[in-house]
């Protein structure tokens, strides 16, 4: 058991950067939390507020030392984003810790990948999924089952439509989608507020939240 415990802890972390704030999106925001950044994308969205985050070249961190840096943080809810934090094996090792840390796990996914083994942890954990344009908004069926919102950037792409798939309804009925204006962008924020407007005439309730930390110019 110890040794298991010792490989768990020095399973290397494609990590890009750890650091506190609040999170500034979807349904969670406002929650003190700690962002872990992996390092490496499958999807190269145009409006990509992290390019730097894209490549799969960056460091790797042994996850003893990320424990660490966690120790050193005060908040207690702990947000896995990138990148693309499916696109990593090593995803579900870094869930383990963090549930065993006491931390509650959030994790922000364009949806399309699934990393086989999180099926052990995904009840426990918020998933936020956000559907991209580039990748036609496909969404893996894995993330459709445990994903506790949907979180659509509101940008020249994004249709009625598009929000009315056969797949995304259960997240409408159960008024758990977030319309989000890309880049906090004026015309995108009116175009959110008429999409809201027009799924409101069909009975669907949406909330539209504007990427809230950098009204307060934070990280």
Not at 76 to 104: D, M, W, Y
Not at 130 to 152: D, H, M, Q, T, W
Request: hydrophobic residues 40%.
């Amino acid at each position: 058991m110890l040794r298991d415990k010792i490989r768990k802890t020095d399973t290397l972390i494609p990590l890009n950067e750890i650091y506190e704030s609040i999170q500034g999106e979807g349904l969670l925001v406002g929650t003190p939390s700690v962002f872990i950044r992996l390092q490496g994308c499958n999807l190269r969205c145009p409006w990509c507020d992290q390019p730097e985050a894209l490549s799969f070249k960056g460091n790797l961190v042994k996850l003893s030392d990320i424990k660490k840096e966690l120790e050193k943080l005060t908040a207690r809810h702990a947000v896995i984003t990138g990148g693309e934090p499916f696109a990593h094996k090593e995803l579900p090792k870094l869930v383990e810790l963090l549930l065993e840390e006491n931390f509650s796990v959030q994790i922000e996914t364009n949806g399309t990948l699934w990393v086989e083994g999180m099926e052990r942890f995904a009840k426990d954990i918020h998933i936020t999924c956000s559907p991209k344009g580039v990748a036609r908004y496909y969404v893996n069926p894995n993330i459709l089952k445990y994903a506790k919102e949907l979180k659509f950037v509101v940008d020249e792409e994004l249709t009625p439509e598009i929000l009315l798939r056969k797949e995304f309804l259960p997240f409408l009925e159960e008024k758990r989608v977030v319309l989000q204006p890309e880049s906090n962008r004026k015309d995108m924020m009116e175009k959110a507020l008429k999409l809201q407007r027009e799924l409101l005439k069909k009975g669907f309730i949406v909330r539209v939240i504007p990427q809230i930390h950098k009204c307060f110019d934070l990280k």
